[in-house]
Every structure is written in C-alpha cells, then in structure tokens.
C-alpha cells in the first residue's frame, strides 16, 4: 500500500507541475516585429462625441434664449438650467449699469452709514507678473470687506472698482536677533480690484536705485517696503516686462573658478546670447 501511495502522489505532483509548466522560448508564437507597436498613443482611443447644443451658441453675453430654441427646434427637452429667466434678469442689470455708467453714478448700492473721517489704511501695493494693466492691488484691514473697499474708492477717490477678489495673507513665525524668542507676523489681507482704464506702476526714482547715496540698511529697507513680501516669486525684478534672458548652462565651472574669472565668463556669457539674438532677428528678417 506504501508504494501505490507513493506513485499516485508521484502522479498528482506531475500533473501539478504540468498545469504550473513554462513555455520555453522556442514555443513562443512567432510576431512580426514590424507589427508590434511598441509607443502606442496615449490619446484617439476614446469615443469622440458631438458637441452639446449649449455648447455651439458663442459670442453672446445672454444665450439661454437661444439655446431654449435650439433644443426645440431639435426635439430634445430643454435642461433645468436654461429654463428659469436669468437671462432676463442679467440683460436688465447690464443695462443700468451701463447706464450708470454713463451718467456718471455708482453701479452698486451705496451704503446707509455715513463716515466723514475714514480710519482705515488703504495702501496701493505694486502689481504681480500675473496683473494687467486694468487690475490694481491694496493693502487694507483684516475687517474690511469687499464691499467696503468698493464703497471707500469711490467716495474717496471717484475710482470704479468692477470686480474684486480677496487674498488673506498668512502669518508667519519670525525669531528675535537677540534670543531664541519667536513672535508671530500680523496676518494681511489684500485685495485686487478691475478697473475701467489702465494703469502703469512707475519705475523706482534713481535715487532709491543709487546705493551709494543711502545706507545698505535703509536700501534694503526701502526695497523691502517698496517691492512687498508678494513679489518674491516674480519671474524677472524689471518692472518693464516678463522677458527673462536664457540663462546658459555653467554647472561645470566651479565657485572658486566663477569668482576668478568672473569677467571672462561674463563676456563669453554675452557673446553667446547675442549669438542667439542675432539669429533669432536673421531668422525673423530671413537673411
């Protein structure tokens, strides 16, 4: 019984190996390489669809009238959104406000309360990169509000502020110089408004620019004060545009070797970019 035990263990571990075998390379199928496709696109495998009727009404401030009849003219049910008068109610508003506009009055509600002597310090902060010329941004107190902004600039300053958008700056921890003591920055909020007509910040004055005529204390200072903590991140410090210059690759030169030849790399560094100015004008030109 022990050796007919043992073979039919035998046979049932051989047939488990056989489920469980391998295929060796000779047994592969045989593929044509020029049919395998070994970078298949990652976009074009999906259904494309047509375009919603909503979707084909443009270059109108009010379409959900015509939207209404495109649905029915097609026989289709018109979605819940398009069906209320929002339309409506916006063409009226559009229309006082252009007419206030025109007549020179405040397009908002003016507020009840009456403050001869306003307190609040509104200060006008340089733009971002990321500004246009009609956008300007302020520095008010943590309860103002947008519509207090709104309500301040044109009292005080006949100025029309369209649209505004908030930002709470946070506060950050700070250490003293002479101890290990921390305190906490006062938290700041700021406001960015639309405006009707452009406005171009000015250049620093040449005498702020002259270190030579101020401390390094006080420049530092007044760039601080001057530029904001905001503008750290912006691409280039001009402030007559967003172009930044090629920056060429120097991670095979070293600190020590940078300091010593400073001037030659500088020259070779220009020589370089106006290599690719001058090709960029010949290629523009067609030389």
């Known amino acids: 019984m022990n050796s007919i035990s043992r073979a039919m ?26 049919d395998v496709n070994l970078t298949p696109p990652r976009y074009g495998f ?16 009010f379409p959900q009238q015509k939207i209404k009849e495109m649905y029915k003219q097609a026989g289709k049910p018109v979605p819940r959104k398009f069906k209320g008068n929002n ?7 559009f229309e006082a406000f252009q007419e206030e506009v025109a007549l020179g009055l405040p397009h908002f509600k003016v507020g009840n309360k009456q403050v001869y002597l306003p307190k609040a310090r509104v200060v006008l902060l340089p733009p971002l990169a990321k500004h246009t010329p009609y956008q300007a941004r302020f520095l008010v107190p943590r309860s103002f509000n947008k519509l207090d902004l709104r309500d301040y600039l044109w009292h005080v300053y006949g100025l029309r502020a369209l649209n505004i958008t908030v930002q709470l700056m946070p506060a950050v921890w700070r250490r003293t110089m002479m101890d290990y003591g921390r305190h906490r920055s006062r938290q700041m909020k700021k406001m960015t408004i639309d405006m009707e007509e452009p406005f171009v910040w000015p250049d620093l004055p040449e005498s702020a620019k002259d270190p030579g005529q101020k401390s390094d204390l006080n420049q530092m200072e007044f760039t601080k004060n001057f530029e904001g903590r905001s503008n750290a991140d912006r691409p280039t410090k001009a402030y007559n545009g967003l172009y930044n210059k090629p ?5 095979f030169v070293s600190a020590k070797s940078q300091k010593a030849l400073k001037a030659k790399v ?3 560094t220009s020589r370089e970019e106006q ?8 290629k523009l030109l067609n030389l």
């Open 87 to 93: 339309d409506e109610v916006a063409r009226r508003n």
């Open 247 to 251: 920056q060429l690759p120097n991670v």
């Open 275 to 282: 290599k690719a100015d001058r090709a960029a004008v010949a």
């Open 9 to 34: 263990a035998g046979l049932s571990l051989g047939a488990r190996r056989l489920v469980h075998h391998k295929l060796t390379p000779k047994s592969y199928p045989q593929v044509n390489a020029a």
């Open 266 to 268: 500088e020259s070779i």
């Open 46 to 61: 999906r259904r494309k669809r047509k375009p919603l009727l909503s979707q084909k009404v443009k270059n109108t401030l």
